[in-house]
């Protein structure tokens, strides 16, 4: 049996729309799934059914072949061209960046550096054989295929339906969402994003318990805890460097992948010779000694000569009243450098100019954008900001039309 599959034969494995898969005939499926000829990468696209891409992904790593998942079988025979030796998955990323092609980036990584974070993920989160472990994305992500095979690594059920789960890996996104369903589930695994303090206590009243990470699909596992302060995860080395946009976190563990490519071949991850990488993300030391992620370097936004990172910004303005979620991006400004611009999705019948006077009071001139918009945000696949067609949308001017907020303050427009 593989080394993913640790349930008991007669146990549920997978429970995904309405089909409910036991240990013993996932185990079956896997020995007698049908692979391509040759060698080469397998491919297995987007959409493919949950429970057919498990047994796909599963098969191809007791079998030594490398699986491309997100992609298509032509798609996959471009892409193994690209991979490191010794690929085993190459993951579709997701985060808020793609390649130059819009294509998502992809990790390239072995099984064996996605188990070990198995047991200490467990141990941090109290999980067991008995949970029925919800996901909350497509599985072609590799956030949510992790969160199922950490499920079968379990010996516990992974599920697509939130009502009777015991966990659910979510971004604080859908978290949000999830926190004012009746069916709830009584704990949660929280990544992509970083976990505003409101989420936190609107979670806490619910009786939901969080366990957060840090990570990213080239790091995995880097940071854990569950507050706004993170400590290293089990088994990670942190480091944090100076780098153009502020303090850049580095890490060394061996949950570390292979490498990541782009369209053109290359991609974010940065190692050095002491073996450990980056992806370019800020953070900063807390007074109690953690560490605060402040998000992607290339998410800054310069301006005035000032650097603001968007993610704690796009937290603040999240946590005023009537504002469901936020994104904040630079725009190119002959004075300043760049202009911060805010997109708000706004609860039903909230008023843009009302937050915008709130946002006005809470932060400092600086921070504060400069033109404001009330859109639907663009999402990946696993529910972050796309940053990229937002920017786009913003060029095109199809935002609507825009809300002035300095100008009544004397700041440059």
């Known amino acids: 049996m593989s080394d993913w599959l640790r349930g008991r034969v007669d146990g549920v494995a997978l429970a995904f729309g309405d089909r409910a898969v ?59 061209r690209r991979l490191p030796g010794g690929t085993e998955l190459a993951l579709t990323t997701s985060g808020s960046t793609a390649g130059a092609d819009g294509a998502p980036r992809v990790v390239a990584r072995t099984s064996a550096s996605w188990i070990a974070s198995a047991q200490p993920l467990a141990e941090l989160a109290h999980l067991g054989a008995g949970e029925r472990v919800a996901v909350t994305g497509p599985l072609h992500v590799s956030m949510h295929l992790y969160a199922v095979l950490h499920a079968l690594w379990l010996g516990a059920t992974a599920t697509d339906r939130i009502d009777g789960a015991s966990v659910v890996h979510a971004t604080p996104t859908r978290l949000a969402r999830l926190v004012e369903e009746r069916d709830a589930p009584p704990a949660a695994i929280v990544a992509g994003a970083a976990t505003g303090d409101r989420l936190r206590e609107r979670a806490a009243s619910r009786g939901i318990r969080l366990t957060e990470y840090y990570g990213a699909a080239e790091l995995s596992f880097v940071l854990a ?128 100019e009302h937050v915008v006077a709130a946002a006005r009071r809470e932060l400092s001139p600086v921070e504060l954008p400069r033109r404001w918009f009330a859109h639907e945000l663009p999402r990946t696949a696993s529910g972050k900001v796309a940053r990229g067609l937002l920017r786009d949308a913003l060029s095109a001017g199809a935002l609507g039309a825009a809300h002035p907020s300095t100008a009544a303050r004397g700041g440059v427009a």
């Open 225 to 352: 805890g569950s507050g706004g302060s993170l400590a290293a995860f089990p088994g990670v080395e942190v480091e944090l460097r100076s780098g153009a946009a502020g303090d850049e976190i580095w890490a060394r563990s061996p949950y570390l992948a292979l490498g990541a490519v782009d369209a053109t071949g290359g991609g974010d991850l940065v190692r050095d010779a002491r073996g450990f990488a980056t992806v370019g993300d800020l953070a900063e030391r807390t007074a109690d000694g953690g560490i605060r992620v402040l998000g992607r370097g290339d998410a800054a936004i310069t301006t005035a000569g000032a650097t603001v990172p968007a993610e704690p910004l796009e937290a603040r303005l999240c946590a005023l009243p009537g504002v469901r979620a936020a994104a904040v991006i630079g725009e190119p400004h002959e004075l300043l450098g760049q202009r911060i611009v805010g997109v708000l999705e706004l609860d039903p019948g909230v008023a843009l």
């Open 22 to 80: 036991r240990y013993g005939d996932l185990a079956h499926a896997v020995d007698a799934a049908v692979l391509p000829q040759g060698d080469g990468v397998v491919g297995c696209r987007a959409g493919t059914d949950p429970v057919d891409l498990v047994v796909t992904v599963l098969a191809c790593l007791a079998r030594g072949r490398a699986v491309a998942v997100g992609a298509d079988r032509d798609a996959a025979a471009r892409l193994g």
